[in-house]
Nanobody, 124 residues
């Protein structure tokens, strides 16, 4: 099973930026799509962004379009989430996930492995 480890979370003021990273173990990273989800206290886990295995295709939740960018470096087994113009409502634990195929979508069922998450807190 692939082990995913997120990093880069922290406390930032509204309007600020953070860059999350997720490193995957093993040799299968480049074979699968990757995604980011988040879960705020008292809320369900929600889709943030996904990227295809090649990195050519990306998709975002409406609430992050124009502010967040997902990217990947297959040579480093790493997927990134650049978050700009952060808002207090972006406060959540952010999780990366490995897709079940070369592309994935916003449904959690299209992912097979999950990281433990990294906390992002945006102060007003």
């Amino acid at each position: 099973q692939v082990h995913l480890v997120e990093s880069g979370g922290g406390l930032v003021q509204a309007g600020g930026s953070l860059r999350l990273s997720c490193v995957a173990s093993g040799r299968t990273f480049s074979m699968y799509a990757m995604g980011w989800f988040r879960q705020a206290p008292g809320k369900e886990r929600e889709f943030v962004a996904t990227i295809s295995r090649s990195g050519i295709s990306t998709s975002y939740a409406d609430f992050v379009k124009g502010r967040f960018t997902i990217s990947r470096d297959n040579a480093k087994n790493t997927v990134y989430l650049q978050m700009n113009s952060l808002k207090p409502e972006d406060t959540a634990v952010y999780y990366c996930a490995q897709g079940r195929a070369s592309v994935a979508d916003g449904r959690p069922t299209t992912y097979q492995n999950w990281g433990q998450g990294t906390q992002v807190t945006v102060s007003s």
